[in-house]
């Protein structure tokens, strides 16, 4: 559901989904989209919290992209230098609360795991719909 959600998400803002699962040099991709600012590799993250507090986005207590490690984006590079250096990384945290909300983040180039200072350009979080 999250991944369905983020690629219709990113659609909305321009983007055209090459590939959905999409396996590179070995590495699960979730989705592979062409952005305005470029072609991006792009993970997604999807919890389901039991809250989303604020109009502005995440709750900060729980982020589903905190699951994304060093071993992870270690293979994601891997996937990076296979498809080509044009390639970004981002990660897409998809949040759904109970009342069927959802709240989504994205960091665009991430270069170490969250939250580390400099991860990444993160936009704002936004309501999916």
């Known amino acids: 559901m999250g991944e369905e959600l983020a690629a219709r998400w990113l ?14 040099a070995g590495v699960e991709i979730d989705l592979v989209a062409h952005t305005r600012s470029g072609p991006a590799l792009v993970e997604v993250k999807t919890a389901r919290l039991p809250w989303l ?3 502005r986005g995440l709750d900060p207590r729980f982020r589903p992209g905190l699951r994304v490690g060093w071993a992870r984006l270690r293979r994601l590079r891997r996937a990076r230098a296979a498809a080509g250096k044009d390639f970004r990384i981002d990660l897409l945290e998809v949040a759904l609360a109970p009342d069927g909300s959802c709240r989504i983040r994205q960091h665009v180039d991430l270069r170490r795991p969250l939250p580390a ?3 990444g350009r993160t936009l704002e979080a ?4």
């Open 11 to 24: 659609a909305r803002r321009g983007a055209r989904i090459a590939a959905r699962g999409a396996r590179i």
């Open 53 to 55: 507090e604020g109009s």
């Open 117 to 119: 200072p400099g991860a």
């Open 126 to 129: 936004r309501a999916c719909f």
